[in-house]
């Protein structure tokens, strides 16, 4: 009665929604092809591999367990591979969500919550990026991600299908439990890589720019602290099954830091020098990304509590040094 079908629950965020989700009283199904996620990762509930493009695979899902929700976060999100490899982008992330969206209507789970991205909005100079600004984005995965969105903004009116999108600014950190992590193969994030540097598990980090109009150079982002993020997706989701409306929100501190601030906290808590090279820009980096919104406090009582850079580095660097999944 309380499932909540967790597509890309084996990934970073979807594992440890599956943490939160069981710990607010659902059961989380996690549906995912495994190809970048980690069956070890799945640990609060059953999985069923599939790929969100055999609708044949979902519908019987959905027939099993008769969610009462999706949460979608299965997608492919690097933005330098969608500049080089786009056609993935739109397959993987555009194609296989509008067949996970039509399987949910047939199924008539009419409750959706997705994980979108600022990389929506695109660069936007001297811009506050709260929910009504304009998206321009810059890069094929902001693209396949804004194209997601449009398809569940016209599924409403057709077909019932409300929805919470969230719009994440970049996420960090780890269950401070140890439970679940971060890990991707390759890994591009920035605090992974630069663990993986301080660690010795790769020579250096290269700075992707430092020649942004910023004050020193580097791209700035802001960092919110995954457990945050999916207690949101929590509140998201009880949004919902209240009934109250389709809405989008931003997720993010409103606090900005640069590629060279991260460094600086990162040897702070390491206590460890960051070996780095400077390098050239990485294609589809936007300059600036940070979050001038309030809106997901005010309307759905979102408390971000770890999300400063400090606990952020702190939990991904004890889940660095844990061991991680067996592979
Ligand atoms: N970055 C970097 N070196 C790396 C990885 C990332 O300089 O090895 C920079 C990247 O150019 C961006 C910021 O760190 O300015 C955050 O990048 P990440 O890939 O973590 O997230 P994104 O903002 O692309 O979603």
Redesign the pocket.
């Given at each position: 009665m309380n499932n909540v079908l967790v597509t890309g629950g084996a990934g970073y965020i979807g594992s440890h929604a599956c943490k939160a989700l069981r710990a607010a009283g659902f059961t989380p199904v996690t549906f995912d092809n495994l190809i970048t996620g980690w069956q070890d990762a799945v640990k609060f509930g059953p999985l069923e591999q599939g790929d969100l493009l055999d609708r044949a695979r979902l519908d019987a899902v959905f027939a099993q367990y008769r969610p009462v929700a999706v949460m979608h976060f299965a997608a492919l999100s690097q933005?330098g591979e969608s500049m080089q490899d786009p056609g993935s982008y739109w397959r993987n992330n555009v194609s296989g969500s509008l067949t996970l969206i039509e399987a949910a209507v047939a199924a008539q789970c009419l409750n959706f919550v997705f994980s979108s991205t600022c990389?929506t909005y695109g660069d936007q100079d001297n811009v506050v990026l709260d929910e009504n600004s304009a998206q321009y984005p810059i890069n094929a995965y902001g693209a396949s991600k804004r194209a997601i969105e449009d398809i569940l903004k016209d599924f409403e009116p057709a077909h019932g299908l409300r929805h919470v999108i969230f719009r994440y600014f970049?996420v960090a950190g780890a269950d401070p439990e140890g439970e679940v992590g971060e890990f991707h193969r390759p890994e591009?994030?920035?605090i992974p890589?630069l663990l993986d540097a301080i660690d010795g598990k790769r020579d250096a980090?290269?700075?992707?720019?430092t020649d942004y109009p910023t004050p020193d150079g580097?791209?700035i982002?802001d960092y919110v602290h995954v457990c945050d993020l999916v207690d949101a997706h929590v509140l998201g989701l009880k949004w919902l099954l209240a009934g109250k409306a389709s809405q989008v929100f931003n997720l993010g501190t409103g606090s900005g830091f640069s590629?060279r601030e991260v460094m600086d906290h990162s040897r702070e808590v390491t206590n460890r020098k960051v070996p780095f090279a400077e390098g050239p820009r990485?294609p589809g980096?936007c300059t600036k990304?940070v979050s001038g919104s309030t809106r997901a406090e005010t309307d759905l009582g979102w408390r971000p509590e770890r999300s400063t850079l400090k606990d952020m580095i702190t939990d991904a660097w004890r889940w660095h040094q844990s061991g991680h999944y067996n592979r």
């Open positions: 933005v990389a970049n591009t994030h920035l890589v980090l290269t700075i992707h720019g580097t791209c982002r590629v990485r980096d990304l």
